[in-house]
T-cell receptor, first 114, second 113 residues
Framework: GNSVTQMEGPVTLSEEAFLTINCTYTATGYPSLFWYVQYPGEGLQLLLKATKADDKGSNKGFEATYRKETTSFHLEKGSVQVSDSAVYFC?????????????FGKGTKLSVKP | NAGVTQTPKFQVLKTGQSMTLQCAQDMNHNSMYWYRQDPGMGLRLIYY???????DKGEVPNGYNVSRLNKREFSLRLESAAPSQTSVYFC????????????FGNGTRLTVT
């Protein structure tokens, strides 16, 4: 079945460091791919998405490119801030499912130190 | 805009007690979902409602029931709570499912002793 695998955390970085959080997926067909972010005590929020191969999603300085050849959707940011500390979830839309459900990775906790 | 509103925010139950988690959205979305979030497990879908009047099981439906009361409201009921149901529960909604993004509530932290 469809699945998402993302790097285990926690990830601890200093402010202004470069961030990469790896995400790979297994899916039949052509899923849409998402990154969600969860700040402490809150629900998940959509960070960015890509709906087809080679699309690049971007938002708030974060980017991710839909790579079909490597089945990956890695999240990157050039210079992280303390306010980026959160848990990040990679997800894919299960178009093969009758409900268009999202399948989530287990999440990667990011801590950014000043 | 309130978005997705969940009540209560926190709840402690004894084993065997029942309760209903409430969820309402004001975005006129068709689809609504209930997830549970456990450490190291990500989010797992309990039940969903693709449209008003329909509900379907997700990945982990055992021990739960749902009601899509109207287009705005989707409730989750635990008939006889068990310690394994200790979790954080999130309600979400989306316009059409598929590639439409999910909008989440802030969660209900439930502890069953």
């Amino acid at each position: 079945g469809n699945s998402v695998t993302q790097m285990e955390g926690p990830v601890t970085l200093s402010e202004e460091a470069f961030l990469t959080i790896n995400c790979t997926y297994t899916a039949t067909g052509y899923p849409s791919l998402f990154w969600y972010v969860q700040y402490p005590g809150e629900g998940l929020q959509l960070l960015l998405k890509a709906t087809k191969a080679d699309d690049k999603g971007s938002n708030k300085g974060f980017e991710a490119t839909y790579r079909k050849e490597t089945t990956s959707f890695h999240l990157e940011k050039g210079s992280v801030q303390v306010s980026d500390s959160a848990v990040y979830f990679c997800a894919l839309s299960d178009h093969g499912g009758s409900q268009g459900n999202l399948i989530f990775g287990k999440g990667t906790k990011l801590s950014v130190k000043p | 805009n309130a978005g997705v509103t969940q009540t209560p925010k926190f709840q402690v139950l004894k084993t065997g007690q029942s309760m209903t988690l409430q969820c309402a959205q004001d975005m006129n979305h068709n689809s609504m979902y209930w997830y549970r979030q456990d450490p190291g497990m990500g989010l797992r879908l309990i039940y969903y409602s693709a449209s008003e009047g329909t509900t379907d099981k997700g990945e982990v439906p055992n021990g739960y029931n749902v009601s899509r009361l109207n287009k705005r409201e989707f409730s989750l009921r635990l008939e006889s709570a068990a310690p394994s149901q200790t979790s954080v529960y999130f309600c979400a909604s989306s316009d059409r499912g598929g590639s439409s993004p999910l909008h989440f509530g802030n969660g209900t932290r439930l502890t069953v002793t």
